[in-house]
């Protein structure tokens, strides 16, 4: 009798036993998956304070090219309001120094048909110089001469300006190359960037956030393209300028 209920005993540890390591194992995994399910929020949460902080800073560039360009565009109408009215003044100065006569009468018609002409010019290339400096702000912010980046146009201009600057670069190394190594490396560079120049137009055919990522990417690998170019003609990028 005693035998039994040492045995009984025993047998109802065990199965205690067994349940502590189950409740134990169970609370193991949902810890986990609690861990797993608050870090997935947290990685979401910060990949889109990223996008929310790239939009402000891509507004706010664009505020700042928009709002320079009215400053310049400002100053040249009113260069060209002085111009004008200094003009007039002249004219009018030189009615009221003698009486009204034909030929007098004639240069006057001769002098509105010269201000007419270059009042309205002066209006228009202010407005084409605003647009101008817009230019200029881009294509030093994407590191291409202005010339270049007015070739092209598109929501990728840039990038596509850039893939041109760098299949230029690519073709000055081709002629330095000697080698076959250096033959291979610059037809895989330039590989690349046709490579690049096909997806800088599919980005222009996607959506804003599509298309806003693609061209991240691009550009990245523009930079990289950029860097294995200077290291080739033995330039550190990171001590230009």
Do not use: W
């Amino acid at each position: 009798m005693g035998l039994l209920s040492s045995t009984s005993a025993k047998r109802a540890e065990r199965k205690a036993a067994a349940k502590i390591r189950k409740a134990e194992e169970k609370a193991i995994r949902t810890r986990a998956k609690v861990q797993a399910e608050a870090e997935s929020r947290e990685s979401r949460k910060a990949a889109k304070r990223q996008l929310k902080d790239e939009h402000k800073f891509t507004k706010r560039t664009h505020k700042q090219d928009r709002k320079t360009a009215k400053a310049t565009g400002k100053v040249q109408q009113k260069v060209a309001a002085a111009e004008a009215k200094t003009i007039a003044e002249q004219a009018k100065a030189d009615a009221a120094k003698a009486f009204f006569t034909p030929a007098k009468f004639k240069r006057y018609l001769t002098v509105a048909r010269m201000v007419a002409p270059v009042v309205v010019p002066i209006a228009y290339r202010a407005a084409v110089n605003a647009r101008s400096q817009v230019t200029v702000v881009k294509a030093n912010r994407a590191g291409v001469p202005p010339a270049l980046l007015t070739q092209y146009g598109g929501p990728s201009a840039t990038l596509r300006a850039r893939i041109a600057a760098c299949q230029a670069t690519a073709a000055e190394v081709a002629g330095l190359e000697q080698t076959a190594e250096g033959r291979d490396f610059v037809a895989a560079m330039t590989a690349r960037l046709d490579n690049l120049k096909v997806a800088a137009d599919a980005a222009d055919t996607m959506p804003p956030q599509q298309r806003k990522n693609a061209q991240r990417a691009i550009d990245n690998e523009l930079t990289a393209i950029d860097n294995d170019l200077l290291a080739r003609l033995n330039v550190n990028p990171t001590t230009v300028g």
